[in-house]
T-cell receptor, first 113, second 112 residues
């Protein structure tokens, strides 16, 4: 009965490859997000989706593309992976308004070699 | 634009001692304020939040925080630290209608 689930938990891949990370929430939330956490634990928002509309894109390279087939899913596709993409990626969801806070997934640790 | 500053990237306390993690924010409108905890190799978990009303809010695991508008602060406290409190703590601000911004995090170490 996991609220926000991400797969895979670990992902090791070579430079130049294309990979996807999947996220699903069963909370009925309106908005989903992707965050990147670097090695110093800093959290940077990448995208958010509300009713299938992209409402935030924080200067993320266009190699990253979010895809939302429905309200409960927000997948992250990354093209031409680079060493600097190595990080932990978190999916989150929230109701609107955000007074209730965000619910986070357990993260996907991406390592590009 | 809103922002969050957490004073001290690393705080170390002895088991049983007071925990104080500092957070200051800037926002053009009264924001929602949050504290999250991240245990190793896990996602972020909501500890507590302030939206409106009573300025002293209580959360899980014995933590509480006080919203002080005049000081633009939302410091997190716990009277007596436990070994299981060792984790990364994030303060976050979210003005109504806007997305959430996180501080840089404070790593709490608890010594036996």
């Amino acid at each position: 009965d996991t609220a926000v689930s991400q797969t895979p938990k670990y992902l090791v891949t070579q430079m130049g490859n294309d990979k996807s990370i999947k996220c699903e929430q069963n909370l009925g939330h309106d908005t989903m997000y992707w965050y990147k956490q670097d090695s110093k634990k800093f959290l940077k928002i990448m995208f958010s989706y509300n009713n299938k509309e992209l409402i935030i894109n924080e200067t993320v390279p266009n190699r990253f593309s979010p895809k939302s087939p429905d309200k409960a899913h927000l997948n992250l596709h990354i093209n031409s992976l680079e060493l600097g993409d190595s990080a932990v990626y978190f999916c989150a969801s929230s109701q609107i308004p955000t007074a209730y806070g965000y619910t986070f997934g357990s993260g996907t640790r991406l390592t590009v070699v | 634009a809103q922002s969050v500053t957490q004073l001290g990237s690393h705080v170390s306390v002895s088991e049983g001692a007071l925990v104080l993690l500092r957070c200051n924010y800037s926002s053009s409108v009264p924001p929602y304020l949050f504290w999250y905890v991240q245990y190793p190799n896990q996602g972020l978990q909501l500890l507590l939040k302030y939206t409106t009303g009573a300025t002293l809010v209580k959360g899980i695991n014995g933590f509480e925080a006080e919203f002080k508008k005049s000081e633009t602060s939302f410091h997190l406290t716990k009277p007596s630290a436990h070994m299981s409190d060792a984790a990364e703590y994030f303060c976050a601000v979210s003005p109504p209608g806007d997305d959430m911004r996180f501080g840089a995090g404070t790593r709490l170490t608890v010594k036996p």
